[in-house]
């Protein structure tokens, strides 16, 4: 499947998506240095650098993604919602979907976007007669030691038949109810557990029994080993933190409680080039694993149509 990657950062996105098998054709980008990234990696992938400008036809990929911008959504922001300068450029992303008319679209914000625009991102698709599941899946999910919670929304045209009607509860790295948020283009909600939502129940519960997920971090905000030792860090098991990283105390001070908000990504570092571009690309970076997780899904659908 053909992938048209919009806001798209360092490619974490077209990273994911292509480890489950699919293949990115354009990027759309406005960082210089992001966009110097995507040169780097995808060599062979056109860029363009304003989406704005962007000129869309219909059937040059299969699946759309983007994380819009989130600075006008986000609780640290203006909190000004989607008719923010920033955010409002899901209208954009809408334009894309809307000429494309891709077989899926995976959207990614903040999960702030479920209280500060959800109604009108869902509207927006039902106008276009696109369905939509969503949910919130954090970074610990897929086996980061930190939360970074985002919201996930796959949407695809409501006549594809495709019967996504609820995706598996991931907020804590667990399959959930049969049924979650879902909105349908005609105005009803079916009930039922979708094949989107088993297979990507699936994936979440292998990448829990992976050794990259439960033996690092939960959703909880809870250290499971034992000693930061380990890690590399010099610190033996009961210690308290004295590395400078900024961490959150998960309760009893014990160092198996210890929480890094941003594991491993130092805040000052001397003559490492582009430090500042590095560490501001990161943080709007998307987890990989994530769209990993969802293309997977996807792609299990798409070989059974």
């Not at 899926?104 to 999960?111: G, H, I, L, M």
């Not at 959800?118 to 939360?147: F, Q």
């Not at 919201?151 to 045209?157: E, K, L, R, S, T």
């Not at 959150?248 to 000052?268: H, Q, Y």
Request: aromatic share 4%; proline share 6%; with cysteine.
């Amino acid at each position: 499947m053909h992938v048209l990657d919009l806001f798209s950062g360092i490619g974490g996105f077209s990273l994911g998506l292509e480890r489950a098998g699919m293949r990115t054709v354009a990027f759309c980008e406005i960082d210089g240095y992001c966009r110097d990234v995507l040169a780097k990696h995808w060599p062979d992938v056109p860029c363009h650098d304003d989406i704005t400008t962007r000129e869309f036809r219909e059937g040059e990929a299969d699946v759309i993604c983007g994380g819009f911008p989130c600075q006008d959504i986000s609780n640290a922001g203006q909190r000004a919602g989607l008719a923010g300068e920033r955010s409002g450029l899901w209208r954009e992303l809408l334009r894309a979907i809307r000429l494309v008319r891709p077989r899926y679209a995976v959207v990614e914000n903040v999960a702030a976007l479920l209280a500060r625009g959800m109604d009108v991102v869902l509207g927006d698709l039902a106008a276009i007669g696109h369905d939509a599941e969503w949910h919130c899946i954090p970074a610990s999910a897929v086996g980061a030691p930190h939360r970074r919670d985002r919201v996930w929304i796959v949407a695809h045209p409501a006549s594809g038949g495709h019967g996504c009607d609820g995706l598996g509860d991931a907020r804590q790295g667990q399959p959930g109810p049969a049924v979650a948020p879902v909105a349908h283009a005609n105005g009803t909600r079916l009930e039922g557990h979708s094949p989107l939502a088993g297979y990507l129940a699936d994936e979440l519960a292998t990448v829990e029994r992976g050794s990259s997920g439960s033996a690092v971090a939960d959703a909880d905000q809870q250290r499971l080993q034992a000693s930061r030792t380990e890690r590399g860090l010099g610190i033996s098991p009961g210690e308290p933190p004295n590395d400078g990283a900024t961490l959150e105390s998960g309760g009893n001070g014990a160092i198996g409680d210890w929480w890094l908000i941003e594991p491993d990504v130092g805040r000052v570092a001397n003559g490492v080039p582009a430090r500042v571009d590095r560490l501001r690309s990161l943080g709007n970076a998307v987890v990989p694993q994530i769209p990993e997780i969802i293309g997977r899904a996807i792609m299990r659908i798409h070989r059974t149509l």
